[in-house]
C-alpha cells in the first residue's frame, strides 16, 4: 500500500482497513418490520371485501325538457333503458337546481325517437353523445304530480337505474374488456 499522506489520520486508515472484518449484517428485529407483510396482507382483505360489498348503479341518461307549465316532461334515453323503463314506470329528472324528482311513466309514454328528431328538440351536442353509445334512441313523456318551480322548468337529465353490480367485479371486467382489445 503506497504511503498515505498527511491528510488522513493513521487511526482512521486503520480503521477503514479491517472494517470488513467487523460488519455486521443489517438487522430488521424490530416489530413494525416483522408485522409489515401482515398489515399489508389485512389490508388487501379488507380491499377486497369492500370491493364485494360496495355497489355501483348503472344507469342510462339523457337530456330532457320541462315544459313552461312546471309538469310536462319529454325526454331522450339509449333503447338499452326500454325494457327497464317499462318495466319500473320511473325516470328520475335532475333539475337544473339540483333537485332530483321522480317522473312515473306508463309505457305509452315511450316510443323511438329519430335522431334527427331528437337534435332539433334536445340539441344536437346530447343526442351526439347518445349515438356515440346507442345506435337508436326512446323518446319518454310524462307528467309530473306537483309542478315544479319556475326556476327549475327548461332543460334537466332523465336517468334510468338499469341495475346494480359490486365494485370489484366491475372493475376487474373493464380492466379484462380493455386489456383484451388492445
Known amino acids: ?5 498527511g491528510l488522513f489520520r493513521r487511526e482512521a486508515l486503520e480503521h477503514r482497513a479491517d472494517a470488513h472484518l467487523r460488519a455486521e449484517p443489517l438487522r430488521l428485529g424490530s416489530r413494525w418490520g416483522r408485522r409489515a407483510p401482515l398489515g399489508l396482507l389485512g389490508l388487501f382483505a ?7 360489498v360496495v355497489h355501483v ?12 307549465d312546471g309538469t310536462a316532461v319529454q325526454g331522450v334515453l ?7 323503463l317499462i ?10 337546481g339540483g333537485r332530483r324528482v321522480t317522473l312515473r311513466i306508463d309505457p305509452g309514454g315511450v316510443g323511438t325517437v329519430d335522431a334527427g328528431d331528437a337534435a332539433r328538440r334536445f340539441g344536437r351536442g346530447e343526442v351526439a353523445g347518445l349515438l356515440a353509445t346507442s345506435t337508436s334512441l326512446i323518446g319518454v313523456e310524462g307528467r309530473l304530480g306537483v309542478p315544479v318551480a319556475p326556476a327549475e322548468r327548461g332543460r334537466a337529465r332523465a336517468s334510468v337505474r338499469l341495475g346494480s353490480q359490486a365494485l370489484l367485479p366491475m372493475l376487474l371486467s373493464g380492466l379484462l374488456d380493455r386489456g383484451a382489445g388492445t
Do not use: F, H, K
Open 87 to 96: 318495466a319500473t314506470g320511473r325516470v328520475d329528472l335532475d333539475l337544473p
Open 78 to 84: 339509449p333503447a338499452s333503458a326500454r325494457d327497464r
Open 1 to 5: 500500500m503506497p504511503e498515505p499522506s
Open 46 to 52: 379488507a380491499a377486497t371485501v369492500a370491493g364485494l
Open 57 to 68: 348503479d348503472e344507469r342510462a341518461s339523457g337530456p330532457s325538457l320541462v315544459g313552461a
